[in-house]
């Protein structure tokens, strides 16, 4: 099979792809809620005849779809989870379809679909012969949630793969070399004694003191970590009203670096002084770890297969998505271009879509964010890469992103859709390249081991419950 009759299986597809894409759009679910999303990605894919388990690694909504037999195990991933309060209709301006609904936001109605449309061009290339082996399409709920796939990577959903390609919306196509913070997610809970704050404070203990006395410790903190390490909180539950001494309250709090081993670090450090906000509030602690996630470990050589295939792949928009692009990219306030390199931002700067394939920006570099994706590279080669969906400088998680997502980002899905195809089908039909992608996997993992971040009773129905 030429590498064009891939390309033109997901072009030949088109319409029921924007359709499914668009669906899930105008539907949007939250983490673990996404049950019309799975089903609509399930059910095309067993149309396709793919074998699909359901409700993996304890989520109803994730799931695992199979074609094919035998290695190699090639695979893709798709996300299918909105945000909260991101309502928004496909117009260029502020407009909610429901004011304080969910919305897709971070376009990942386009990212389980564009991933779906390379699985289905794979299986057609193995149904005729043209490849042999297994491809494999994960169903991965809850990113926006603390990390479905870190989950899924515990239950063991990854152990047979030999490499995984995958991508995200965003508004310029480019593989991705680099890596991204690991991360630890807390709660810190206190409970005191009650008491009116005005007649008789003596006789109460500030749960609400315990929170900020911790928040005044990671203050002091931040002078004594590394430059790339972040912590963040915020106050979940700080009391009912002022005259009444809070008798419990509550602090989220994140903490990050780009090493695994430093986020554990920070973490005991944070929890030592949980501690001591207890003691000196003279409350009681519950400190409960929600979740964990590693840093990605980046995969050159999957970026190259990436790479190779963006510039083999066609990229069509309509002048209607042209159109809508550059009254889109007229709202944008303080667009920033900085994630590309210096000799691109000029001309990302006048396009009111950046679709040229550029290098990848990340290489050697850490990006300030967390990914549940960086749990799978640590057990299997992953190769990552934007498609662009949105107009060059628009920020995911905005009511743009939202509004680009129904009809314009659909152009960089099909893009997504070939890039992934093409480089699945290399791997299945030149082992060297699986080879020198799992050799490099191997160096740059060394002798570390990977070790679940999550606890072992961690349930994922609690974590989005918090």
């Known amino acids: 099979m030429e590498k064009q009759e891939l390309f033109d299986t ?17 539907d949007p679910e939250v983490a673990l809620q996404e049950y019309d999303s799975a089903e609509k990605l399930q059910d095309a894919l067993r149309e396709e005849g ?20 035998g290695d190699p195990v090639v695979g893709t991933m798709g996300e299918f989870d909105a945000l909260p309060g991101m309502s928004q209709q496909a117009t260029a301006e502020r407009e909610p379809v429901e004011e ?52 899924m990577v515990r239950d063991g959903v990854f152990d047979d793969v030999d490499a995984v390609v995958s991508w995200h919306p965003g508004w310029n196509n480019a593989p991705g070399k680099g890596s991204c913070l690991a991360v630890d997610s807390f709660e810190f809970r206190f409970e005191g004694e009650t008491a009116h704050a005005a007649a008789s404070p003596e006789s109460g203990r500030s749960a609400l003191d315990g929170v900020q006395l911790l928040g005044t410790g990671i203050e002091y903190m931040r002078e004594h970590v590394p430059q790339a390490a972040r ?138 964010y967390s990914t549940d994706t960086g749990d799978v590279s640590w057990n299997v080669p992953v190769g990552r890469f934007t498609a662009a969906t949105w107009p060059p400088g628009t920020p995911a998680h905005s009511w743009q992103a939202v509004a680009a997502g129904k009809e314009l980002g659909t152009a960089g899905m099909l893009f997504a859709g070939k890039t ?45 419950d918090r």
């Open 420 to 464: 992934i195809a093409g480089a699945l089908y290399d791997l299945l039909t030149d082992e060297d390249r699986l080879a020198r992608a799992t050799g490099e996997f191997t160096q740059r993992k060394g002798d570390r081991e990977y070790e679940s971040p999550l606890p072992d009773d961690a349930d994922p129905y609690e974590l989005v």
């Open 50 to 69: 793919f074998e699909v388990e359901t409700g993996v690694a304890g989520m109803d909504t994730a799931f695992i779809a199979r074609y094919g037999e």
């Open 10 to 26: 997901v072009e030949a597809e088109r319409s029921w792809l924007e359709d499914l894409s668009q669906s899930i759009w105008a």
């Open 100 to 151: 304080g609904a969910p919305g897709h936001g971070c376009g990942h109605n386009l990212f389980g679909v564009g991933s779906l449309a390379a699985a289905v061009a794979v299986k057609r290339a193995i149904e005729c012969g043209d490849a042999e082996g297994t491809v494999v399409y994960a169903g991965t709920p809850a990113e926006e949630a603390g990390g479905g796939k870190v989950y």
């Open 231 to 368: 912590i963040h909180y915020v106050v979940t539950d700080g009391g009912d009203a002022a005259n009444i001494v809070p008798g419990e309250a509550a602090m989220e709090c994140l903490v990050r670096a780009p090493d695994r081993a430093e986020v554990e670090r920070i973490s005991e450090w944070v929890k030592d002084a949980a501690e001591g906000a207890a003691l000196m509030s003279g409350t009681e602690l519950e400190a409960t770890k929600t979740s964990g996630m590693y840093g990605v470990l980046p995969n050159h050589e999957l970026g190259d297969v990436i790479r190779e295939n963006m510039a083999d792949a066609e990229f069509t928009l309509t002048e209607d998505q042209a159109q809508f692009a550059s009254e889109l990219k007229e709202t944008l306030e303080n667009p920033s271009y900085g994630r590309v390199q210096p000799e691109h931002r000029e001309a990302a700067a006048e396009a009111a879509m950046f679709t040229q394939p550029i290098d990848a920006p990340d290489e050697g570099k850490t990006g300030s």
